[in-house]
């Protein structure tokens, strides 16, 4: 198993660019989450899917963050354009059923300059 | 609106000298809460799930307990590779997502 798979693994952008972020969840996991870290504010769930379909996305920010979940093996987190503060470290994660933990992917650490 | 605070923010130790951590969380019908290790540059690793006040779970060095209002992560005789970001997250009724804890960072000198 390899477990949830990010790409990229780090992102420098500039202030205005669109930036897509890339997730495979574990074969079988039904739900699947994206989090922001930040120092100031942790981890903030932003979207989560159950069977590929969006539940709830009260956690995004604003207009300029969407996510798609097209089937169950793949997931986008699109930011357009960019701005300074969405930088930040911003993991996927998987979950089989509900009850169990998350398994999280290794994150995407974006900078946007 | 379901609430983790963790204390202290940061926690240094001698090899060897036991401790805990603090998770307080207010939720609306707890379903369970979650314990995480995170080591920089990777994503929170999973250790343990409680669902009820009064239930403990262990694993090597670290033990878990849990009540109504709080949950401890014991650590036992502490070793070096201990040292990581423990994150606490707790599940409320109705919602799939889990609301986490800033985390405590916890560094053990040999």
């Known amino acids: 198993d390899a477990g949830v798979i990010q790409s990229p693994r780090h992102e420098v952008t500039e202030m205005g660019q669109e930036v897509t972020l890339r997730c495979k969840p574990i074969?079988?996991?039904?739900?699947l989450f994206w989090y922001r870290q930040t120092m100031m504010r942790g981890l903030e769930l932003l979207i989560y899917?159950?069977?590929?379909?969006?539940?709830?996305d009260s956690g995004m920010p604003e207009d300029r963050f969407s996510a798609k979940m097209p089937n169950a093996s793949f997931s986008t987190l699109k930011i357009q354009p960019s701005e300074p503060r969405d930088s930040a470290v911003y993991f996927c994660?998987?979950?089989?059923?509900?009850?169990?933990?998350?398994?999280f992917g290794s994150g995407t650490r974006l900078t946007v300059v | 609106e379901d609430q983790v605070t963790q204390s202290p923010e940061a926690l240094r130790l001698q090899e060897g000298e036991s401790s805990s951590l603090n998770c307080s969380y207010t939720?609306?019908?707890?379903?369970?809460l979650f314990w995480y290790r995170q080591d920089p540059g990777k994503g929170p690793e999973f250790l343990f799930t409680?669902?009820?006040a009064g239930e403990e779970k262990e694993k090597e060095r670290l033990k878990a307990t849990l009540t109504k209002k709080e949950s401890f992560l014991h650590i036992t005789a502490p070793k070096p590779e201990d040292s990581a970001t423990y994150l606490c997250?707790?599940?409320?009724?109705?919602?799939?997502?889990?609301?986490f804890g800033k985390g405590t960072k916890l560094t053990v000198n040999p």
């Open positions: 994660a998987s979950r089989r059923d509900s009850g169990y933990g998350y398994t």
């Open positions: 074969s079988g996991h039904n739900s």
């Open positions: 899917f159950n069977n590929n379909v969006p539940i709830d």
């Open positions: 939720v609306s019908g707890l379903r369970g």
């Open positions: 409680l669902y009820s």
């Open positions: 997250a707790v599940q409320g009724g109705g919602s799939e997502k889990l609301v």
